[in-house]
């Protein structure tokens, strides 16, 4: 059945490592996005690739960075690690363009940096 | 002004009463919408999406598009203790149409 997958539910790291998100999805979508969600602030976007190889900034990519080698795949990677990035991490997919299908998003991972 | 603004609540309402979800937007030539369902814990899921003004109904949910007014509402009949969730109203921008703004969302509470 489904279509967007993240490799970690639960995760917790250390002030200063290097950490990485995994997202694959199995729907052929164009658009891939990282998002994280915090209480009373909602999802805000990292970034975004609409292709592969293809990046864009979002809203909040300070200390962020991602990767998109294959289609099917969009990391995120948290260069150092800090207290302030303990929140739920979010990706999604979709089609390109106002397909009117809106996203599909996995099923996030919650990170803790302790 | 947010681009897309909902009340955070919580709503509360009884079983099997009207729950009543509203929605604004400023971009007043957006043109997809979408209602999203959020259960603690858990990631946002489709639930409707409305892309012309009126009506649509799937099953218990309806979701309303006035877009003179700029607001999408979502009604959920027979509301159920099973639909207490958080609510996301989603838009697209017409500058962008590969991205949604998603609002805050409406925490609703159905209580038996």
């Known amino acids: 059945d489904v279509k967007v997958t993240q490799s970690s539910r639960y995760l917790v790291k250390r002030t200063g490592e290097k950490v990485f998100l995994e997202c694959v999805q199995d729907?052929?979508?164009?658009?891939m996005f990282w998002y994280r969600q915090d209480p009373g602030l909602g999802l805000r976007l990292i970034y975004f690739?609409?292709?592969?190889?293809?990046?864009e900034k979002g809203d909040i990519p300070e200390g962020y960075s991602v990767s998109r080698e294959k289609k099917e795949r969009f990391s995120l990677i948290l260069e150092s690690a800090s207290t302030n990035q303990t929140s739920m991490y979010l990706c999604a997919s979709s089609l390109p363009g106002d397909s009117g299908y809106g996203y599909t998003f996995g099923s996030g991972t919650r990170l803790t940096v302790v | 002004q947010k681009e897309v603004e909902q009340n955070s609540g919580p709503l509360s309402v009884p079983e099997g009463a009207i729950a009543s979800l509203n929605c604004t937007y400023s971009?007043?030539?957006?043109?997809?919408f979408f209602w999203y369902r959020q259960y603690s814990g858990k990631s946002p899921e489709l639930i409707m999406s409305i892309y012309s003004n009126g009506d649509k109904e799937d099953g218990r949910f309806t979701a309303q598009l006035n877009k003179a007014s700029q607001y999408v509402s979502l009604l959920i009949r027979d509301s159920q203790p099973s639909d207490s969730a958080t609510y996301l109203c989603a838009v697209s921008l017409p500058s962008n149409t590969d991205k949604l703004i998603f609002g805050t969302g409406t925490r609703l509470q159905v209580f038996p």
């Open positions: 729907m052929d979508h164009e658009n």
């Open positions: 971009d007043r030539v957006s043109q997809s």
């Open positions: 690739s609409y292709d592969v190889k293809m990046k």
